[in-house]
């Protein structure tokens, strides 16, 4: 019998949306603000902007931090975009060379969409699974569930 791969077509985009009974203002001020964002975030330990350039690109560090280890990448926020209607986006894009981390590299966004009872959050995302191929096997049926809830349960604010 063959081997199979995980192509990234039989990969689903990790999705979040939720209620925040807050404002977009509030919501966007923790989420985009470097210092705040670990403290509500279970995916990041730390965010540490490296160079801010043009149209608000925005390159940063990151880092997650297990007992005796600590897994760090680099991403760059691309911007953000407010429309007349009160929504707003941010985009990024994120990557690691670390070998026990499972992502590899990806990209995603954030939605924020001011409602009467506060803000609904969305975020896509989507990567390539890290770990090689252990990775690659455990990323649809444990690491993005694993993830998904991560990012669930972090949007409480």
């Known amino acids: 019998m063959g ?9 689903k985009q990790i999705y979040v949306e939720t ?14 603000n ?17 160079s801010t350039g043009d149209q608000e690109v925005t ?12 897994i760090t990448g680099i991403g760059v926020s691309l911007g953000h975009r407010f429309r007349a209607d009160g929504q707003a986006t941010s985009v990024l894009k994120f990557s690691t060379a670390n070998p026990l981390s499972p992502i590899r ?9 001011p409602t009467d009872g506060g803000t609904r959050f969305i975020t896509g995302y989507d990567y390539d699974p890290g770990m090689g191929h252990i990775g690659r096997i455990l990323d649809s049926h444990l690491i993005r569930p694993i993830l998904g809830w991560a990012i669930a349960c972090s949007v409480v604010l």
């Open 3 to 11: 081997k199979k791969k995980v192509a990234a077509a039989d990969r």
């Open 34 to 50: 470097p210092e705040q964002h670990p403290r509500w975030d279970l995916r990041f330990s730390s965010i540490v902007p490296v």
């Open 59 to 70: 390159h940063f560090r990151y880092g997650f931090n297990l007992p005796f280890y600590a």
């Open 19 to 32: 209620q925040i009974g807050a404002s977009l203002e509030e919501v966007w001020d923790l989420s985009q």
């Open 105 to 113: 590299k990806g990209s995603g966004y954030w939605r924020y969409v």
